[in-house]
C-alpha cells in the first residue's frame, strides 16, 4: 500500500524541551525510508540554522520534518532546529558530513558512524490539546469520535492517501504515542454509486489505509479495530451531491475516551 509518509523511525522523534526524554533501542523496518518517497520541503525561521546535511539534502529535510515539527504546523521554528541539529550531531560525530544515511537506514540500531557505539532513539509522549480539540471530536457511544471526510483523505474512489492527508492525521498520531493505552476503531463508509460489492471493498480499503499511516507513525497497529461498512449507516441523504459527500466519510474513535478532554 502507497502512503506518503516518512516513517518518524528513521530518525528520532524529538521530546519537548520540558518533558524528560525516554530512550529506546531502535527497532524499525527500513526496508522503504523517507528518501524513497515524495520528499519534503522546509520552511520557517528554523531552516537557515539547520546543518547543511540536513537542510540542502533529501535524506536531510526527511529526517527533520517527520520528527521535529512539533506543533505538526508544517514549519521548522529555531527551537525545532536547535533539537534537530543537535539529535543529528549525536548520531552523526563528529565527521558529519561523512555520515552514511544508507547504512544508518539498514540498521539504525547498530549503525556507529566515525563515533562507534550504539544509536539510541527517543521517543515523544507528549500531545498538543489544541491541535486534537480542532479535530472537533464528538461523543458517542464508543467513545470520542472524529469524522475525516472524503475529500480530505483520498481522491474519488481511491483508498490511496493525499500527501495533505499525513498532516491532517499527525497530530492524533502524537496523541496515541503519548497514550499506549488507548484503543482505536477505524470505520470506512461509502455513498451509494457503485456496486455494493465495491463499495463495501473500497470502504474496507480506507479504513486501512488510515490505520496503515498511524502504523508508519510508529502506533502499534494492534491498537487498531478497523471495518468497512460499505453505503450502510449513511448520516445524510444520498438525494443530492452534498449529502453524499458527507456519507463518503472514515470516522475514528477513541475507544472509552470523552471527546471533552481535548
Request: hydrophobic share 35%.
Amino acid at each position: 500500500m502507497k502512503t506518503t509518509i516518512a516513517r518518524a523511525a528513521f530518525g528520532l522523534v524529538m521530546i519537548a524541551a520540558t518533558t524528560a526524554p525516554a530512550f529506546a533501542q531502535a527497532r524499525y523496518d527500513m526496508s522503504n525510508p523517507p528518501w524513497s518517497r515524495p520528499g519534503y520541503r522546509l520552511a520557517g525561521a528554523g531552516v537557515p540554522i539547520l546543518f547543511p546535511e540536513l537542510r540542502n539534502t533529501a535524506r536531510g529535510r526527511a529526517f527533520v520534518m517527520p520528527n521535529f515539527d512539533a506543533n505538526g504546523d508544517g514549519r521548522i521554528n529555531r527551537q525545532e532546529a536547535g533539537d534537530a541539529n543537535r539529535e543529528f550531531a549525536r548520531i552523526a560525530g563528529p565527521r558529519r558530513d561523512r555520515f552514511d544515511w544508507a547504512a544508518y537506514g539498514r540498521d539504525p540500531g547498530g549503525y556507529r558512524g566515525d563515533r562507534g557505539g550504539t544509536t539510541i532513539v527517543e521517543t515523544t509522549t507528549t500531545w498538543d490539546r489544541g491541535a486534537m480539540r480542532n479535530y472537533g471530536f464528538r461523543q458517542t457511544p464508543r467513545g470520542a469520535t472524529l469524522t475525516l471526510q472524503e475529500d480530505v483523505l483520498f481522491r474519488t474512489d481511491s483508498a490511496v492517501l493525499r500527501p495533505g492527508a499525513i498532516e491532517k492525521l499527525r497530530p492524533l498520531a502524537r496523541y496515541l504515542r503519548g497514550n499506549p493505552g488507548v484503543r482505536v476503531a477505524i470505520d470506512g463508509f461509502t455513498d451509494p454509486r457503485g456496486s455494493d460489492a465495491h463499495n463495501q471493498d473500497l470502504s474496507e480499503r480506507r479504513a486501512a489505509s488510515v490505520r496503515q499511516a498511524f502504523d508508519d507513525m510508529d502506533v502499534v497497529r494492534s491498537r487498531f479495530s478497523v471495518v468497512g461498512h460499505g453505503e450502510r449507516q449513511p448520516v445524510a441523504t444520498n438525494g443530492t451531491a452534498a449529502g453524499m459527500r458527507l456519507n463518503r466519510r472514515v470516522e475514528v474513535t477513541l475507544l472509552g475516551q470523552r471527546a471533552d478532554r481535548f
